[in-house]
């Protein structure tokens, strides 16, 4: 028997844990799905950038180490976030310093008041996971709302014209749009928020149950990473969307043209 | 022919900022009483000089002015409550006829709302109807009346009878006669010469990106341009 003890599963625990990957790998071949050399290379990746990330958190969360190296790390994720958006969301105006905005007010906001309020010790060893948890979960929304927010200004052009064209400001004349973004984008976090528990165990307490946290307290570290989550998305989607309505209009209240595309 | 509320094109070029300009160099008086009709073969640049004179575009050279000011001078919102425009396919706004109409006018009362779909043509019980449920020639006359609650001086109409069968044609021409009677300026593109013939008290004719003609219609019937005789259907 493998025996679970203070969260650690050994060396040889994690390996058993691959039959699982086996399971799928075989359900792959049995039924021709092509994709075993993707699972694979799935399996591998996850988990050689996790024990890459774990071996650079031990000494970023060290204890003993200045808190600047959890500083430099939340800057790096807050940077591949923006970058991971911009790519995403390629034709969405200013999109990358609008991110990086977005990312950043969000860290701000959320991080403020989990340290402000002394809901979580500031050290390495918090910062980073919360700050991961943050920008993580808004990664989604907010390319989500990107993408929305540039097909309703191409789509729906000639209604917004048309308020433009009664004499509404350009804010006035985006806000019936701007709304229905943000709702989709904040509508499936509200929705996974009220199914937790009752249709699915959130990652973060399955792990901290695992790891031989009592359960009691491993509910009050998820659901105040629950809340983190939905302040997140909802900081990070508002800052963006904001920042690209403003882009999409000129000063004048004229609503902007797609970008040439000057490739090819 | 000059009005206190024509528009004054100066050397204008306009068109996407960083491809060929649509329209070029155009030096033109646009009349501002009556209905001026804007003809020409498509791809001539009727609509995108209609879209500068509420600044949805603005031009790429050169200078619009109305009213003695130049377009850039003027609030973009307080100049598109006095020129107001209507389009091709009516835009309909979510949710009943009165809120249309509020979109205009956050405080329009049911009886000035009442009043305004009455002087389109329209019943006032339409009011309480889902916008979306109108016929194309309602919409198109609500999208008027929607326009109208903005008290606007003139009125841009972008081909709003092309996308209409017959007999709202008809009614949305009537319409637009009645407006420019009652002392409204109606500037309205359009390339069915019948219409034109019906409509117009001025003739623009533009073909590619230039003013081609300028006139009353039985000074451009008797040009001997063809294109000229085209636009304006010429006997």
Known sequence: ?264 | MSSPDAFELLDVDAGPVDGDPILRGIDLVVPANGVTVLAGPSGAGKSTLLRLLNRLDDPVGGEVRWRGRTLTDWSPTELRRQVAMVFQRPPIFPGTVFENLQVASADVGVDRAAHVLEHVGLSAELLDHEADTLSGGEAQRMCVARALLTEPAVLLADEPTAALDRAARVTVEDLGRMLADSGMAVIWVSHDTDQLRRLADHVIVLADGAVRAVGHLAELDASTDPIVRQSVGAP
């Open chain 1, 1 to 264: 028997m493998l025996a679970v003890e203070q969260g650690d599963i050994g060396v040889v625990g994690l390996a058993a844990s691959g039959i699982l990957v086996a399971v799928a790998v075989a359900i792959s071949l049995w039924r021709q799905l092509g994709l075993e050399r993707s699972l694979l290379w799935a399996a591998l990746r996850a988990l050689v950038q996790l024990l890459a990330v774990g071996w650079v958190l031990q000494f970023v969360v060290d204890p003993d180490d200045p808190l600047v190296f959890s500083v430099l790390w939340l800057l790096a994720m807050v940077s591949f976030a923006a970058y991971t958006t911009s790519r995403r969301a390629a034709d969405v105006p200013k999109v990358l310093p609008l991110s990086l905005l977005a990312y950043t007010a969000s860290a701000i906001v959320v991080l403020g008041v989990l340290f402000g309020f002394g809901i979580y010790e500031l050290e390495g060893r918090t910062l980073v996971p919360l700050a991961g948890m943050v920008i993580g979960n808004s990664l989604a929304a907010t390319v989500l709302v990107s993408r929305q927010l540039l097909i309703a200004a191409i789509e729906q052009r000639n209604v917004i014209e048309a308020r433009l064209a009664l004499g509404l400001s350009s804010t006035e004349a985006f806000r019936p749009h701007l709304r229905q973004a943000l709702r989709t984008a904040l509508v499936p976090q509200i929705e996974s928020t009220k199914a937790v528990g009752i249709v699915f165990l959130p990652g973060a307490m399955v792990g901290l149950i695992l790891a031989g946290v009592d359960p009691a307290d491993a509910v009050k570290v998820q659901v105040s990473v629950m809340y983190l989550v939905l302040g997140s998305v909802a900081t990070t989607t508002a800052v963006m969307s904001l920042g690209i309505s403003r882009e999409l209009f000129t000063p004048a209240q004229q609503l902007r043209r797609p970008a040439q595309r000057t490739d090819g």
